[in-house]
């Protein structure tokens, strides 16, 4: 939790009392569904909440700006982002039910209305969406297939609209086979821990 609240300093009282919350949450709901690996469950800050934040040094969503996270797991990246960023409006979207109960459980306990957990394949969903998020959820052309017609062209935050996708080791070959162009972010670059030495934030536009 310290680490948050060093890399990100402004929060509000209540973003680091949701932030501070989301330990304890976390370790309740992970006694009944194993959502967070129970091998590294002790740097869930670490792994899974300041890694989501990667999110935030790449891009801020400007307040209406309408966020997906697909494979949203037990809620990463959307929870921590849906905490930083209470202006914008996120759906936390998963096939697995029991995945999307903890994600609705956490949310209600933080008082997180920005947020909207859903069971649901993607390729199903008829909404359009300013940002696509996600963490490492299948191979690139895969995920741009069932996602990139769900994007709305525009700019609603700091980058165009477009997917931020947080991924980790070589990537080129990957990236390549979509025939888009890719930014690649080093996450080392914003935080210093070892953890994060190979960690990438990569984006692209809707153009």
Not at 57 to 71: H, K, N, S, Y
Not at 93 to 102: G, L, P, T
């Amino acid at each position: 939790m310290d680490s948050v609240f060093r890399y990100f300093p402004d929060l509000t009282p209540r973003q680091r009392e949701q932030f501070a919350a989301l330990g304890p949450l976390y370790a309740e709901w992970n006694a009944r569904i194993n959502v967070v690996s129970r091998k590294d469950f002790d740097q869930l800050y670490l792994r899974h909440v300041l890694h989501s934040l990667a999110i935030a040094r790449v891009c801020a969503f400007a307040a209406g700006a309408r966020v997906l996270d697909v494979g949203c797991g037990g809620g990463f990246p959307s929870v921590p982002l849906a905490i930083l960023f209470p202006g914008a409006r996120f759906t936390a979207a998963d096939s697995i039910r029991k995945k999307i109960a903890v994600v609705e459980g956490v949310a209600g306990a933080l008082g997180l209305r920005n947020l909207t957990p859903r069971c649901v394949r993607v390729e199903t969903l008829t909404e359009r969406f300013d940002y696509v998020v996600s963490r490492a959820v299948t191979a690139m052309p895969e995920f741009l297939k069932l996602t990139w017609n769900r994007i709305e062209r525009g700019q609603s935050g700091s980058l165009p609209n477009g997917v931020l996708y947080l991924k980790g080791g070589d990537l080129a070959e990957e990236l390549a086979l979509t025939g888009k162009r890719w930014d690649v972010y080093d996450i080392a670059r914003f935080f210093e821990e070892e953890f994060f030495e190979t960690k990438k934030v990569v984006y692209t536009p809707k153009k």
